[in-house]
């Protein structure tokens, strides 16, 4: 996996963000899409009810599905999330791997938040990012992988993919 993508920005077109809540995707996802003018699925809106209550499992698989059939941005849903479709259409993974304390705290900025949510952010690092990391290897071997660990690294990142 590479610290720096191979292509230029105006070649991404269909691009998955990865990471812990708080990690910043759906803000790098908004700021890329309109960049790039690619509409953005936040999957937060289309996953989560005003109450917090999340889809139906097999409801959320189908909309997965439709939703990785557009041509468009979209970022990650940690345990709820079913990859898959749209790793396999990726041609850019961005992976936000930022420190829990960060996360921690954009998300308490940000508002209310389920305990599973907190647990899962807290445990993503050692549960789930080994799993993502497979994933890409296995559905998306063709794609550009970048690695972020922190804001001056996007800052880099996104400069140096607009040369």
């Given at each position: 996996m590479a610290g720096a993508a191979r292509g230029k920005i105006e070649g991404?077109?269909?691009?998955?963000?990865?990471?812990?809540?708080?990690?910043?995707?759906?803000?790098?996802?908004?700021?890329?899409?309109?960049?790039?003018?690619?509409?953005?699925?936040?999957?937060?809106?289309?996953?989560?009810?005003?109450?917090?209550?999340?889809?139906?499992?097999?409801?959320?698989?189908?909309?997965?599905?439709?939703?990785?059939?557009?041509?468009?941005?979209?970022?990650?849903?940690?345990?709820?999330?079913?990859?898959?479709?749209?790793?396999?259409?990726?041609?850019?993974?961005?992976?936000?791997?930022?420190?829990?304390?960060?996360?921690?705290?954009?998300?308490?900025?940000?508002?209310?938040?389920?305990?599973?949510?907190w647990v899962w952010t807290a445990n993503w690092r050692r549960n789930d990012?080994?799993?993502?990391?497979?994933?890409?290897?296995?559905?998306?071997?063709?794609?550009?992988?970048?690695?972020?660990?922190?804001?001056?690294?996007?800052?880099?990142?996104?400069?140096?993919?607009?040369?």
């Amino acid at each position: 996996m590479a610290g720096a993508a191979r292509g230029k920005i105006e070649g991404m077109e269909r691009v998955v963000i990865l990471g812990r809540g708080g990690a910043g995707k759906s803000t790098l996802a908004r700021e890329l899409g309109a960049e790039l003018g690619l509409p953005v699925i936040e999957l937060d809106l289309e996953f989560w009810s005003e109450r917090l209550e999340p889809l139906a499992p097999t409801e959320w698989v189908t909309r997965q599905r439709q939703l990785a059939e557009q041509d468009r941005m979209d970022g990650d849903l940690g345990p709820y999330d079913n990859i898959e479709p749209r790793l396999r259409r990726a041609d850019t993974v961005i992976v936000l791997d930022v420190p829990l304390w960060r996360s921690a705290y954009r998300a308490w900025r940000r508002g209310r938040e389920r305990w599973d949510f907190w647990v899962w952010t807290a445990n993503w690092r050692r549960n789930d990012r080994p799993g993502l990391l497979c994933a890409i290897v296995k559905f998306a071997p063709d794609a550009d992988v970048v690695v972020l660990r922190t804001p001056t690294d996007v800052r880099s990142w996104r400069s140096s993919v607009r040369r």
